[in-house]
Structures are given as structure tokens and as C-alpha cells.
């Protein structure tokens, strides 16, 4: 397992952007290796996943933020840079950072940060 980190959420109006980031403690060979995946949840709901990030930058998103959202991230900082475009109010929620061996297999996760989107 890994410790994460996210950091950059906050509030903002619709039609604005957030730079989100996520930073991992270890070593840098095993985060090279590692899948990222962000979330969202609101009160009620499940974990849904936005996006992924392979360790040789393969991406995957879901289809309610393409176009709007990308993810990236750089192995030599073990850090994940989420970037959210063109928010809109049904994006509100709080975003997990994850880690784990495959896509969908996640078996570390961050503290989360709140996104609000208003109006």
C-alpha cells in the first residue's frame, strides 16, 4: 500500500476550473507500476469513478467529464495532477485519489477533497 494525498479542491462557480493533485509516499519504481484512479461521491451514493491513469499514461474516463476533465501525472513526483474544466453543479462532490495494481482493483486510497460547484 501506498499513502495518498489530494489537495486543490474548493469552491467555484460553474463554467470554472480546479487543479486537483494527488501525491504518493514510496518508492517512485512501485508508483510507476501502480493504476491511479479518482472518484467522486456524494451523501448517499457510492464511489463512481471519473477517471484512471495507467503507469505508461493510458487514460480512461467517464463519459459525463470527457471533454471537460483530464488526468495526468508524473512518476518521478508520484504525483497524479486531476484538472477539472467546465465544472458543472452535478460535479459537487468530495474526490478520492486510489491506487492499486489493476484498473478497478484499488487497494489504497486518499483522505478525499471537497469539490462544490455553485450556480
Known amino acids: 500500500q501506498v499513502l495518498l494525498a489530494e489537495s486543490g479542491g474548493g469552491l467555484v462557480q460553474a463554467g470554472g476550473s480546479l487543479s486537483l493533485s494527488c501525491a504518493a509516499s514510496?518508492?517512485?519504481?512501485?508508483?510507476?507500476?501502480?493504476?491511479m484512479g479518482w472518484y467522486r461521491q456524494v451523501p448517499g451514493n457510492e464511489r463512481q469513478l471519473v477517471a484512471d491513469?495507467?503507469?505508461?499514461?493510458?487514460?480512461n474516463y467517464a463519459d459525463s467529464v470527457k471533454g471537460r476533465f483530464t488526468i495526468s501525472r508524473d512518476n518521478g513526483k508520484k504525483t497524479v495532477f486531476p484538472q477539472m474544466n467546465n465544472l458543472k453543479p452535478e460535479d459537487t462532490g468530495v474526490y478520492y485519489c486510489?491506487?492499486?495494481?489493476?484498473?478497478?482493483?484499488?487497494?489504497?486510497w486518499g483522505q478525499g477533497t471537497q469539490v462544490t460547484v455553485s450556480s
Open positions: 491513469i495507467t503507469g505508461g499514461g493510458s487514460t
Open positions: 486510489a491506487a492499486g495494481p489493476i484498473r478497478g482493483k484499488y487497494d489504497s
Open positions: 514510496g518508492s517512485i519504481f512501485s508508483f510507476r507500476w501502480n493504476v
